[in-house]
T-cell receptor, first 111, second 114 residues
Framework: GDSVTQMEGPVTLSEEAFLTINCTYT??????LFWYVQYPGEGLQLLLK?????DKGSNKGFEATYRKETTSFHLEKGSVQVSDSAVYFC??????????FGPGTRLSVLP | NAGVTQTPKFRILKIGQSMTLQCAQD?????MYWYRQDPGMGLKLIYY???????DKGEVPNGYNVSRSTTEDFPLRLELAAPSQTSVYFC?????????????FGPGTRLTVL
Protein backbone atom coordinates (compact mmCIF):
# COMPACT_ATOMS: atom_id res chain seq x y z
CA GLY A 1 0.00 0.00 0.00
CA ASP A 2 0.88 3.66 -0.04
CA SER A 3 3.39 4.81 2.56
CA VAL A 4 5.59 7.71 3.63
CA THR A 5 8.99 7.39 5.26
CA GLN A 6 10.62 10.27 7.11
CA MET A 7 14.03 10.60 8.68
CA GLU A 8 14.16 9.73 12.34
CA GLY A 9 14.17 12.57 14.79
CA PRO A 10 14.67 14.50 16.84
CA VAL A 11 16.78 16.91 14.84
CA THR A 12 18.62 19.59 16.81
CA LEU A 13 20.21 22.54 15.02
CA SER A 14 21.69 25.88 15.92
CA GLU A 15 20.00 29.03 14.71
CA GLU A 16 20.91 29.93 11.09
CA ALA A 17 21.93 26.35 10.26
CA PHE A 18 20.76 24.62 7.07
CA LEU A 19 17.89 22.20 7.43
CA THR A 20 17.05 19.08 5.45
CA ILE A 21 14.34 16.64 6.48
CA ASN A 22 14.18 13.65 4.17
CA CYS A 23 10.91 12.21 2.95
CA THR A 24 10.40 9.34 0.54
CA TYR A 25 7.16 7.77 -0.52
CA THR A 26 5.63 4.69 -2.08
CA UNK A 27 2.47 5.15 -4.09
CA UNK A 28 0.79 4.04 -7.26
CA UNK A 29 -0.12 6.69 -9.75
CA UNK A 30 0.61 10.35 -9.20
CA UNK A 31 -0.06 11.46 -5.64
CA UNK A 32 -0.08 14.99 -4.32
CA LEU A 33 2.64 15.64 -1.72
CA PHE A 34 2.47 17.83 1.37
CA TRP A 35 4.49 19.07 4.31
CA TYR A 36 2.52 19.91 7.43
CA VAL A 37 3.94 21.53 10.57
CA GLN A 38 2.70 21.17 14.13
CA TYR A 39 3.79 23.82 16.62
CA PRO A 40 3.62 22.96 20.34
CA GLY A 41 0.04 22.73 21.59
CA GLU A 42 -1.48 23.35 18.17
CA GLY A 43 -3.00 21.33 15.35
CA LEU A 44 -1.25 20.60 12.09
CA GLN A 45 -1.10 23.33 9.49
CA LEU A 46 -0.11 23.13 5.86
CA LEU A 47 3.43 24.33 5.20
CA LEU A 48 3.67 23.63 1.46
CA LYS A 49 2.48 21.24 -1.21
CA UNK A 50 3.18 20.01 -4.74
CA UNK A 51 0.70 18.29 -6.98
CA UNK A 52 2.83 17.02 -9.87
CA UNK A 53 6.34 15.92 -10.70
CA UNK A 54 9.05 18.63 -10.65
CA ASP A 55 6.75 21.08 -8.86
CA LYS A 56 8.43 23.04 -6.09
CA GLY A 57 6.39 24.03 -3.07
CA SER A 58 7.64 26.92 -0.94
CA ASN A 59 6.51 28.89 2.07
CA LYS A 60 8.15 30.82 4.93
CA GLY A 61 11.62 30.06 3.54
CA PHE A 62 10.97 26.32 3.34
CA GLU A 63 11.12 24.48 0.01
CA ALA A 64 10.48 20.97 -1.28
CA THR A 65 10.60 19.60 -4.81
CA TYR A 66 8.47 16.70 -6.04
CA ARG A 67 10.99 14.19 -7.43
CA LYS A 68 9.18 11.34 -9.10
CA GLU A 69 12.36 9.60 -10.25
CA THR A 70 13.58 9.25 -6.66
CA THR A 71 10.08 9.23 -5.07
CA SER A 72 11.19 11.96 -2.69
CA PHE A 73 9.94 15.27 -1.32
CA HIS A 74 12.72 16.50 0.98
CA LEU A 75 12.10 19.63 3.04
CA GLU A 76 14.84 22.29 3.11
CA LYS A 77 15.45 25.68 4.65
CA GLY A 78 18.59 27.70 4.28
CA SER A 79 18.65 29.33 7.72
CA VAL A 80 16.46 28.05 10.55
CA GLN A 81 15.16 30.16 13.41
CA VAL A 82 14.19 29.25 16.95
CA SER A 83 10.57 29.82 15.92
CA ASP A 84 10.86 26.91 13.43
CA SER A 85 11.00 24.43 16.32
CA ALA A 86 8.07 22.09 15.68
CA VAL A 87 7.15 18.65 14.39
CA TYR A 88 7.15 18.31 10.59
CA PHE A 89 4.98 15.75 8.80
CA CYS A 90 5.37 14.61 5.23
CA UNK A 91 2.14 13.36 3.67
CA UNK A 92 0.74 12.15 0.39
CA UNK A 93 -2.69 11.83 -1.10
CA UNK A 94 -3.10 9.32 -3.89
CA UNK A 95 -6.61 10.48 -4.64
CA UNK A 96 -10.09 10.53 -3.21
CA UNK A 97 -10.19 11.09 0.53
CA UNK A 98 -7.08 9.10 1.33
CA UNK A 99 -4.26 10.78 3.12
CA UNK A 100 -1.09 9.01 4.27
CA PHE A 101 1.08 10.76 6.86
CA GLY A 102 4.63 10.02 7.88
CA PRO A 103 5.45 9.66 11.59
CA GLY A 104 6.73 13.21 11.91
CA THR A 105 10.19 14.64 12.60
CA ARG A 106 10.71 16.81 15.65
CA LEU A 107 12.99 19.81 15.04
CA SER A 108 14.57 21.79 17.86
CA VAL A 109 16.47 24.97 17.02
CA LEU A 110 18.79 26.34 19.67
CA PRO A 111 19.68 30.04 19.95
CA ASN B 1 -13.02 32.87 12.12
CA ALA B 2 -12.32 30.37 14.86
CA GLY B 3 -11.36 27.77 12.26
CA VAL B 4 -11.63 24.19 13.52
CA THR B 5 -12.38 23.80 17.22
CA GLN B 6 -12.27 20.62 19.29
CA THR B 7 -13.48 19.82 22.77
CA PRO B 8 -12.36 18.61 25.22
CA LYS B 9 -8.60 19.14 25.07
CA PHE B 10 -7.87 16.30 27.49
CA ARG B 11 -9.89 13.39 28.81
CA ILE B 12 -9.29 10.27 30.87
CA LEU B 13 -11.76 7.41 30.47
CA LYS B 14 -12.15 4.08 32.18
CA ILE B 15 -12.40 0.92 30.10
CA GLY B 16 -15.95 0.48 28.83
CA GLN B 17 -17.00 4.10 29.23
CA SER B 18 -18.38 6.11 26.32
CA MET B 19 -17.76 9.65 25.20
CA THR B 20 -18.17 12.02 22.29
CA LEU B 21 -15.38 14.16 20.93
CA GLN B 22 -16.74 17.37 19.53
CA CYS B 23 -15.53 19.07 16.36
CA ALA B 24 -16.85 22.23 14.74
CA GLN B 25 -15.72 24.44 11.87
CA ASP B 26 -16.95 27.87 10.84
CA UNK B 27 -15.43 27.99 7.34
CA UNK B 28 -18.39 26.37 5.57
CA UNK B 29 -16.20 23.48 4.43
CA UNK B 30 -17.89 20.45 2.91
CA UNK B 31 -15.21 17.92 3.83
CA MET B 32 -14.41 16.92 7.39
CA TYR B 33 -12.10 14.25 8.81
CA TRP B 34 -11.19 12.49 12.03
CA TYR B 35 -7.64 11.23 12.57
CA ARG B 36 -5.82 9.57 15.42
CA GLN B 37 -2.13 10.01 16.12
CA ASP B 38 -0.37 7.35 18.16
CA PRO B 39 3.05 8.07 19.69
CA GLY B 40 5.78 8.03 17.06
CA MET B 41 3.30 7.32 14.30
CA GLY B 42 1.70 9.31 11.55
CA LEU B 43 -1.95 10.25 11.52
CA LYS B 44 -4.45 7.58 10.56
CA LEU B 45 -7.86 8.40 9.12
CA ILE B 46 -10.78 7.13 11.21
CA TYR B 47 -13.83 8.55 9.40
CA TYR B 48 -14.58 11.30 6.96
CA UNK B 49 -17.58 13.18 5.62
CA UNK B 50 -18.13 14.84 2.25
CA UNK B 51 -21.14 16.81 3.39
CA UNK B 52 -24.06 16.89 5.82
CA UNK B 53 -25.65 13.47 6.05
CA UNK B 54 -22.80 11.65 4.30
CA UNK B 55 -20.04 9.81 6.15
CA ASP B 56 -17.65 7.01 5.30
CA LYS B 57 -15.01 4.85 6.94
CA GLY B 58 -11.33 5.54 6.79
CA GLU B 59 -8.41 3.28 7.57
CA VAL B 60 -9.15 2.57 11.26
CA PRO B 61 -12.92 2.92 11.96
CA ASN B 62 -13.43 0.05 14.41
CA GLY B 63 -14.67 1.20 17.82
CA TYR B 64 -15.85 4.59 16.57
CA ASN B 65 -18.97 6.15 15.11
CA VAL B 66 -19.67 9.52 13.52
CA SER B 67 -22.58 11.62 12.39
CA ARG B 68 -22.84 14.78 10.30
CA SER B 69 -26.20 16.48 10.75
CA THR B 70 -24.91 19.96 9.88
CA THR B 71 -22.10 21.36 7.77
CA GLU B 72 -20.43 22.79 10.87
CA ASP B 73 -20.33 19.82 13.26
CA PHE B 74 -18.72 16.39 13.01
CA PRO B 75 -18.72 14.57 16.39
CA LEU B 76 -16.80 11.33 16.96
CA ARG B 77 -18.34 8.76 19.31
CA LEU B 78 -16.47 6.12 21.28
CA GLU B 79 -18.97 3.56 22.58
CA LEU B 80 -16.89 1.18 24.69
CA ALA B 81 -13.50 2.70 25.39
CA ALA B 82 -10.49 0.38 25.22
CA PRO B 83 -6.83 1.04 26.11
CA SER B 84 -6.00 0.72 22.40
CA GLN B 85 -7.94 3.94 21.83
CA THR B 86 -5.49 5.96 23.90
CA SER B 87 -4.30 8.50 21.37
CA VAL B 88 -4.44 12.11 20.24
CA TYR B 89 -7.45 12.79 18.03
CA PHE B 90 -7.45 15.47 15.37
CA CYS B 91 -10.40 16.82 13.44
CA UNK B 92 -9.81 18.53 10.10
CA UNK B 93 -11.81 20.18 7.34
CA UNK B 94 -11.23 21.24 3.76
CA UNK B 95 -13.29 23.10 1.17
CA UNK B 96 -12.47 20.62 -1.58
CA UNK B 97 -11.56 16.97 -1.74
CA UNK B 98 -8.62 16.38 0.60
CA UNK B 99 -6.32 15.00 -2.03
CA UNK B 100 -6.23 18.26 -3.91
CA UNK B 101 -6.57 20.84 -1.19
CA UNK B 102 -5.34 22.00 2.17
CA UNK B 103 -6.75 20.43 5.29
CA UNK B 104 -7.29 22.70 8.30
CA PHE B 105 -6.71 20.97 11.61
CA GLY B 106 -8.06 21.51 15.09
CA PRO B 107 -5.73 21.55 18.13
CA GLY B 108 -6.48 17.95 19.05
CA THR B 109 -7.96 15.99 21.95
CA ARG B 110 -5.64 13.87 24.07
CA LEU B 111 -7.51 10.80 25.27
CA THR B 112 -6.25 8.27 27.80
CA VAL B 113 -8.15 5.05 28.49
CA LEU B 114 -7.22 3.28 31.73
Amino acid sequence: GDSVTQMEGPVTLSEEAFLTINCTYTATGYPSLFWYVQYPGEGLQLLLKATKADDKGSNKGFEATYRKETTSFHLEKGSVQVSDSAVYFCALSPGGQNFVFGPGTRLSVLP
Amino acid sequence: NAGVTQTPKFRILKIGQSMTLQCAQDMNHNYMYWYRQDPGMGLKLIYYSVGAGITDKGEVPNGYNVSRSTTEDFPLRLELAAPSQTSVYFCASSPLAGWSDTQYFGPGTRLTVL
